[in-house]
């Protein structure tokens, strides 16, 4: 019994890498595995530049963060700044209007450093001064101030009451007469 064997032959022919199929198959073996490598070397170098962008959100966040900060602490200082300049706008604004610069100095040299004011209205003929004081004796040391001095006369309390809103102490309001000064 004769079997017949066949014979398979796995080595390819030599023409093969000359045929159509061969350099098609040549070629996309070795610019595929550039395009597979290119393709690797992107994903690595994505992947590591991963860590430098986090690293750099988490700085810009912490910088954010320090000077959001830094502008909570500096505004109630910024708010009173602002208060005290607009104050002093006004008061340039009306006391070389009015020439009562004197009488307004005179008032602020008068005031105990207990007593606040809060506003001052002078006219040619009157006056009112509201404030704040935080004791009793303060606000009779200014009470007597202001009755003893020149160009103020006939000084009333007219009103009298304890602060709200949060502030302590006596506010108050004065009010009385301008002496009239003597032309020449």
Same mark, same amino acid.
């Given at each position: 019994?004769?079997?017949?064997?066949?014979?398979?032959?796995?080595?390819?022919?030599?023409?093969?890498?000359?045929?159509?199929?061969?350099?098609?198959?040549?070629?996309?073996?070795?610019?595929?595995?550039?395009?597979?490598?290119?393709?690797?070397?992107?994903?690595?170098?994505?992947?590591?530049?991963?860590?430098?962008?986090?690293?750099?959100?988490?700085?810009?966040?912490?910088?954010?963060?320090?000077?959001?900060?830094?502008?909570?602490?500096?505004? +109630?200082?910024?708010?009173? *700044?602002?208060?005290?300049?607009?104050?002093?706008?006004?008061?340039?604004?009306?006391?070389?209007?009015?020439?009562?610069?004197?009488?307004?100095?005179?008032?602020?040299?008068?005031?105990?450093?207990?007593?606040?004011?809060?506003?001052?209205?002078?006219?040619?003929?009157? *006056?009112?001064?509201?404030?704040?004081?935080?004791?009793?004796?303060?606000? +009779?040391? *200014?009470?007597?101030?202001?009755?003893?001095?020149?160009?103020?006369?006939?000084?009333?309390?007219? +009103?009298?009451?304890?602060?709200?809103?949060?502030?302590?102490?006596?506010?108050?309001?004065?009010?009385?007469?301008?002496?009239?000064?003597?032309?020449?």
């Amino acid at each position: 019994m004769s079997t017949s064997t066949k014979k398979i032959n796995l080595v390819l022919k030599e023409g093969f890498e000359n045929s159509t199929l061969g350099k098609i198959l040549s070629w996309s073996l070795s610019a595929g595995r550039l395009i597979v490598i290119l393709t690797e070397l992107v994903v690595i170098l994505a992947f590591l530049s991963r860590f430098w962008l986090d690293r750099t959100l988490t700085d810009l966040n912490e910088s954010n963060t320090n000077k959001r900060k830094q502008i909570e602490a500096s505004s +109630s200082f910024e708010a009173n *700044f602002r208060n005290i300049q607009d104050r002093l706008a006004n008061y340039q604004k009306y006391a070389f209007k009015t020439n009562n610069d004197a009488k307004i100095a005179q008032i602020a040299s008068l005031l105990p450093a207990d007593v606040t004011l809060t506003k001052i209205n002078l006219s040619k003929k009157d *006056f009112q001064i509201s404030g704040i004081s935080l004791s009793e004796s303060g606000l +009779s040391g *200014f009470m007597k101030g202001i009755s003893n001095s020149p160009p103020f006369k006939n000084v009333v309390l007219s +009103s009298l009451n304890l602060a709200t809103d949060g502030q302590q102490g006596l506010v108050f309001t004065i009010k009385g007469s301008i002496a009239q000064e003597a032309k020449n």
